[in-house]
Each structure stands twice: as structure tokens, then as C-alpha cells.
């Protein structure tokens, strides 16, 4: 059974950082794209991040610069360093598998709550 | 950058029809996808590649993307299928999500 278990969430100061973590189980992480994604409270999802099998990386004009996405695929982990924290951050952050036969993401995690506030 | 623009909310009764839309620029000639939410629960994926299921989605959930309209169809809607919708594509080797749709049956 294919499992993303977020964690690293929490109430961090504006300017500050926090590191999420994801933790994959029941499929080979190697061999996947992962994601992140977010989710203000009442609000939409917004895509965060990207990093493919190879360790190359993306991400939107909102958050680049500021974080970084990561694997340990001897880990079955998957990272998000968040540098410069905002409030406009605050959100919970999904990770999600990117699925090999249609670029959807097919599975998500339960998703881990970052809170920016002074 | 590229945008994908959902109604806010769209109302059907128990047992007819419910259409979602997704516009964006040209978004036919890139594959849709759409993801279901209820409430405190991660989404999940009910469309990819604009018109297939993924196993275990039931049959009545269908869609369709031509010129810059994808489309999300709930054929004989049930009470569980209340929802929010949200459509995704990429553009380039970005994510894009819509704005999400409260689907509401009543």
C-alpha cells in the first residue's frame, strides 16, 4: 500500500525557516517525480514544488528562492527546506506522487500544517 | 503565467447531472486532470488525461477537454459526491491548479 506520511509542520516566525519531511512507503520512491503542494485554510491547492528521479527541481515564481526541494532515495524521504518565511505561507503542505502514466498525482499524504505568525 | 479559472460553486440535485469547467489558454491541446476533496480529507484523483479514470473511481464520473474548456461530468450525482473540485494541468514544467469548485447537491 502506497503510504506519504508528511511531518515538520508548526508556528514559526516571520523570516524564519522550518524543514518539512515526507516519509514513502509501499512503491519504489526512486522512480518517481514527487511534489508539493499547498493548501491555505478555506482556499485552493497551490502547487509549491518539484523534483524529478533525476534531482532536478522547479518551482513557481511564489516560493523560488526561498525553498528547496529534496530526496534521500536511500530514505524513502522526500524535503522541503523553507528559508524566509512569510505569512502568506501558512498552509497545509501535501507531498504528492506524480503519477508515471498521466502526470497526475495519484497519491497524497495527509499533509503537515505550517503556521508563519509573530 | 498560465491560469485555469473554475466557477465558484455549482448546485445539482440527487440523481442528475453535475458539469464542472476548467478555461484556460488553448488547455485542449494539453492533457486535464481533476482531483476530488471533502472536507478535512487530502484530494484525490477522480480524472487524468483529460478523460480516464483511475481504478476504483466510479463510472459515473466522466470528462472531456477541447479548445479551452476541460470539462468534469457527475452523471446521476449522489449525496457523497458533494465536493470540492479542482482541475490541473501543466504548462511548461509548471503546475497549475484551478481555483476549485464547490460542487453542492441538494
Known amino acids: 500500500e502506497v503510504q506519504l506520511v508528511e511531518s515538520g509542520g508548526g508556528l514559526v516566525q516571520p523570516g524564519g525557516s522550518l524543514r518539512l519531511s515526507c516519509a514513502a512507503s509501499?512503491?519504489?520512491?526512486?522512480?518517481?517525480?514527487m511534489h508539493w503542494v499547498r493548501q491555505a485554510t478555506g482556499k485552493g491547492l497551490e502547487w509549491v514544488s518539484a523534483?524529478?528521479?533525476?534531482?532536478?527541481?522547479y518551482y513557481p515564481g511564489s516560493v523560488k528562492g526561498r525553498f528547496t526541494i529534496s530526496r534521500e532515495n536511500a530514505k524513502n524521504s522526500l524535503y522541503l527546506q523553507m528559508d524566509s518565511l512569510r505569512a502568506e505561507d501558512t498552509a497545509l503542505y501535501f507531498c504528492?506522487?506524480?503519477?508515471?502514466?498521466?502526470?497526475?498525482?495519484?497519491?497524497w499524504g495527509q499533509g503537515t500544517l505550517v503556521t508563519v505568525s509573530s | 503565467s498560465y491560469e485555469l479559472t473554475q466557477p465558484p460553486s455549482v448546485s445539482v440535485s440527487p440523481g442528475q447531472t453535475a458539469s464542472i469547467t476548467c478555461s484556460g489558454d488553448?488547455?485542449?491541446?494539453?492533457?486535464a486532470c481533476w482531483y476530488q476533496q471533502k472536507p478535512g480529507q487530502s484530494p484525490v484523483l477522480v480524472i487524468r488525461q483529460d478523460n480516464k479514470r483511475p481504478s476504483g473511481i466510479p463510472e459515473r464520473f466522466s470528462g472531456s477537454n477541447s479548445g479551452n474548456t476541460a470539462t468534469l461530468t457527475i452523471s446521476g450525482t449522489q449525496a457523497m459526491d458533494e465536493a470540492d473540485y479542482y482541475c490541473?494541468?501543466?504548462?511548461?514544467?509548471?503546475?497549475?491548479f484551478g481555483g476549485g469548485t464547490k460542487l453542492t447537491v441538494l
Open positions: 488553448k488547455l485542449g491541446t494539453k492533457y
Open positions: 509501499g512503491f519504489t520512491f526512486s522512480s518517481y517525480d
Open positions: 490541473q494541468a501543466w504548462d511548461s514544467s509548471t503546475v497549475v
Open positions: 523534483i524529478g528521479t533525476a534531482g532536478d527541481t
Open positions: 504528492a506522487r506524480e503519477s508515471h502514466s498521466s502526470s497526475s498525482f495519484d497519491y
